[in-house]
């Protein structure tokens, strides 16, 4: 037995026994318990957890199959990080479909999720790019899925949040670039309707967009923000000029070092460190896509207890008031947020039955853990977020009520009648009747 946690280091961390998976061709081991792969532990509540279960690493399928220079098909173990695939394919003048906020994602999970990305907007999820995939059940013989080839299961693994099997190897298209540098544009709002503006001026002209939003500011600064967009530089060298990671958090603090102070000097400082007006500037795509990773382990400044994310979308017709009720009521509980993000979501439909998003604008904060964040503010927000007709997002998920869940994920059943027998997480366990 071993004790497994997720990024959010909160549900605690939950004994389950372990079994690495190194070779692809091995069958599922035979188990009296409910299995589950684990791919990175980059989701940050319970939807990778196997409380009492047998947890599957996935890490070890660590292979690239095969890679096509000409066509930037790939085709890779499920266990290979995106950083990894970024080394292999960015000389040759490839990147990522879509990537997450992180490189640390394994290409299962980046695939179990149905992750977004900065350019859903015009480029969907993951699961969009996804070719083929190969799934090992415990009740068939090994499956190839593809939009053709068992549609069904293809479309069910796609955001399937690991219950459909093991995923063994995934095929995607690449998308092309000619250099590797971001040329980004950045603007300042200062409350949300100037974020909605920004948003519908800059999305159009650029490929990938996120804002930060300083959600302490109150009053005439409710829903201040920096809008970041940035588009793939047309020329320059595609060999990368961004630092790898060099800073590290070496322990557990006793205490979250995130509280209201320390990020109210953090947001003022954030919001005057950019102009006011419109920001020309070129970066490497490692600062651009994957900002955090520079600090390994920065999930714990949040300290014994751990953290949340509490990421929501909501649709687009009720984006603004949502958004603007969201806002006051984490400022009415005087909870900040170091990482505060906003993105627009496009309309180009996600191919999983259970992905997250839908067209509308997604929020996502964190919180250090505590009794009151998941009994007092968390059910307001939820509220809010169903009133507006929009869903979390179970990556981040660790509070997340069963109603809740299935009301806003119609298909679950779907998904449950397509579950592998032998498969199961915490997270189902918590959301199912
Ligand atoms: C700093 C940071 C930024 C992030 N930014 C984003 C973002 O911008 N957009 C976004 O969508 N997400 C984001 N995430 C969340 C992250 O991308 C997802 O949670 C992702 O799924 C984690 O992948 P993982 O390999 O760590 O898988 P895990 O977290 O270990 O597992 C995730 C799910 O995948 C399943 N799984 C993993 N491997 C397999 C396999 N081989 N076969 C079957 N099932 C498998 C697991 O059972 C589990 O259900 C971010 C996370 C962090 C820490």
């Given at each position: ?111 179990a999720n149905d992750v977004h990305g900065k350019n859903h907007h015009r480029a969907g999820t993951f699961g969009c790019h996804v070719l083929r995939l190969g799934l090992m059940r415990s009740d068939r013989e090994p499956l190839v899925c ?288």
């Open positions: 037995m071993r004790s497994i946690e997720s990024w959010g280091r909160y549900p605690q961390a939950t004994p389950a026994r372990v079994t690495h998976l190194v070779d692809r061709d091995a069958p599922l081991p035979d188990s009296d318990l409910p299995m589950l792969v684990f791919g990175n532990g980059r989701s940050y509540g319970d939807v990778c957890l196997n409380d009492g279960g047998h947890v599957l690493l996935g890490q070890g399928l660590d292979h690239l199959i095969t890679f096509d220079p000409g066509t930037g098909i790939l085709c890779a173990e499920a266990g290979v990080l995106l950083a990894e695939i970024l080394e292999v394919v960015i000389p040759q003048g490839w990147f990522l479909p879509v990537t997450p906020g992180t490189g640390h994602v394994t290409l299962g999970g980046a695939v593809s939009p053709l080839e068992n549609p069904e299961m293809f479309q069910a693994t796609i955001g399937g949040l690991g219950l459909t099997g093991l995923i063994h190897w995934v095929e995607i298209q690449l998308a092309p670039i000619h250099a590797s540098d971001i040329e980004t544009t950045t603007q300042r709002f200062r409350n949300l309707d100037e974020f909605f503006e920004v948003s519908a001026a800059l999305d159009t002209r650029h490929e990938f967009s996120v804002s930060w939003i300083d959600c302490l500011a109150r009053g005439e600064s409710a829903g201040r923000g920096v809008f970041m967009a940035g588009n793939f530089a047309t020329s320059g060298s595609l060999n990368d000029r961004s630092r790898s990671p060099s800073l590290h958090v070496p322990f557990i603090p006793p205490i979250s070092l995130a509280n209201t102070l320390t990020i109210r000097v953090w947001n003022e400082i954030y919001w005057r460190r950019h102009p006011t007006s419109l920001a020309h500037s070129t970066q490497g795509y490692r600062s651009f896509f994957y900002p955090l990773d520079a600090i390994s382990n920065w999930n714990r400044i949040y300290g014994r207890r751990g953290f949340q994310q509490y990421q929501c979308v909501i649709p687009e017709e009720s984006a603004g008031a949502g958004l603007a009720a969201l806002l006051q009521t984490v400022a009415d509980h005087g909870r900040g947020s170091f990482l505060a993000v906003l993105k627009r979501f496009g309309h180009q439909a996600s191919p999983g039955l259970l992905s997250f998003p839908m067209p509308g604008v997604t929020l996502a904060l964190d919180f250090p853990q505590s009794t009151d964040v998941e009994q007092a503010l968390f059910p307001e927000l939820d509220a809010i977020v169903q009133d507006a007709g929009g869903r979390l997002y179970p990556a981040k998920d660790a509070h997340m009520a069963g109603r809740f869940f299935r009301r806003s994920y119609p298909a679950w059943e779907r998904l449950e009648a397509l579950r592998d027998p032998a498969f199961c997480s915490s997270f189902w366990k918590r959301v199912l009747p």
